[in-house]
């Protein structure tokens, strides 16, 4: 039967959408902008002085992914839009504090920026999770990753050359830029109004998790979650060293490099992602929308493999190498942070919320980036960082394939209840 939509879940989700999609591309510019900035003529403790920020800067988010497991799976849904306000607020003057405070010793404000910063994915999300419109507006809210980190370094950028402003102000300011946006979207999502019947009918009531439920879930469905949470590590540590030293690589590779071309592949990216999980919305057996989801999972993986070894072999450029990977990579990391925990939840219906899985997923994959950069740094291993990514591609290409197929045949092992049969 054809799944059919009224003209106010429609207007609704659209609204959803745009507001999720402009509030997140917000947020993400007090967190991303640094990357564009070279930060050269400084070390601390032996190490190069941006590798030293960009670690403690993870070091902050991965610790915020710990705490979040239970403080999001517990959070009610009372105070999230003062709590954003908050937490950004937080995060925007450790940049101020980082612009004042002499360099290399000022490095410790990126921890306080990470921190506050990695609760909000979970606050945002609990706005738009449990509708039969999630797959629709989480892809809005999913993409903003792709194009706010693109937006936000081409922002920073600018105000470097155009404005003149200094490396250490330019988050800061970059900052200051989206403020006013920033207040903006936040009054509207808290316009948006709560799930419907039908939506809880087809997707469940999401509700706080206690321990004991938190408990439950992982001893039925533990086995798969940690291939799933498997795959995360995998794709975090690339979207990590990818964002990080993006510019480095461009930098590295010989190749003409300027700051538009970060808004170029991401902005093509994002398009092609959003056209992709939207359509999922038109899936309504959720079981079979959580198969799909791993299978593209699975293609992502492959592209990503594919096309490093023809850059390998000179087949392609660095731009279409870029685009092309950065695209595998979304083609995995999107659908993680959308849907895919989304159709889990409503496949075997679960009396839970995705924040709690998302966050444990999440916890893991930092842990595993921090990790990766630290070996790098301190093991002093005599790769540049275009050599070093090409390499993490091609081991993650592999082990994410096996992983996203050992999974999708754990779950299919496993009864799911019958879902609402609604049109």
């Excluded at 410790?108 to 706005?127: A, E, R, T």
């Excluded at 086995?223 to 990818?242: A, H, K, Q």
């Excluded at 999107?334 to 709690?356: D, H, K, Q, T, Y």
Aim: charged share 15%; net charge positive.
């Amino acid at each position: 039967m054809k799944i059919k939509f009224t003209k106010q879940e429609w207007s609704t989700a659209l609204y959803a959408a745009l507001v999720a999609f402009c509030l997140y591309t917000c947020l993400f510019s007090f967190r991303k902008a640094f990357n564009v900035a070279a930060y050269s003529g400084h070390s601390l403790f032996g190490l190069d002085y941006k590798i030293v920020l960009v670690i403690t800067q993870v070091m902050g988010y991965m610790a915020s992914k710990f705490y979040g497991i239970r403080f999001i799976a517990e959070m009610k849904r009372i105070g999230r839009g003062q709590l954003i306000l908050i937490l950004t607020g937080i995060s925007w003057f450790s940049w101020l504090a980082f612009a004042l405070l002499p360099a290399p010793y000022n490095f410790w404000c990126l921890f306080f920026n990470g921190f506050p910063l990695g609760m909000l994915w979970g606050i945002v999300f609990s706005y738009v999770e449990g509708r039969r419109m999630t797959d629709l507006i989480s892809a809005a809210l999913a993409v903003s990753f792709i194009f706010g980190s693109g937006l936000s370094k081409s922002v920073a950028a600018f105000t470097m050359s155009t404005w003149q402003v200094s490396e250490y102000w330019m988050p800061f300011i970059t900052g200051a830029i989206f403020a006013g946006p920033l207040l903006l979207f936040v009054y509207l999502v808290e316009k948006l109004p709560p799930p419907t019947e039908k939506d809880v009918a087809h997707r469940t009531m999401r509700l706080p998790m206690k321990k004991e439920d938190r408990r439950k879930l992982l001893r039925e469905y533990g086995t798969g979650l940690f291939f799933l949470i498997m795959v995360y590590i995998l794709v975090t540590i690339l979207r990590e060293v990818r964002d990080s030293f993006m510019a480095d690589m461009w930098r590295e590779s010989g190749d003409v490099f300027n700051s538009s071309v970060f808004a170029q592949t991401e902005t093509i990216i994002s398009l092609v992602m959003l056209l992709i999980i939207a359509s999922m919305v038109m899936v309504r057996n959720n079981k079979r929308a959580f198969n799909i989801t791993h299978l593209i999972m699975a293609v992502g993986f492959l592209l990503s493999l594919l096309m490093t070894l023809a850059y390998k072999q000179q087949i392609i450029n660095t731009w279409w190498w870029m685009l092309s990977v950065g695209m595998g990579l979304y083609l995995v990391y999107i659908p993680f942070n959308s849907i895919l925990f989304e159709r889990f939840i409503a496949s075997f219906r679960i009396s839970g919320n995705v924040g709690f899985l998302i966050y444990l997923a999440d916890a893991f994959g930092y842990l595993g980036s921090v990790a990766v950069l630290l070996s790098k740094t301190v093991l002093q291993i005599e790769l540049s960082w275009l050599q070093f990514y090409t390499n993490l591609v091609m081991i993650t290409g592999v082990s994410g394939l096996l992983a996203t197929l050992i999974s999708i045949r754990f779950f299919n092992k496993k009864p799911v209840q019958k879902q609402a049969d609604l049109s």
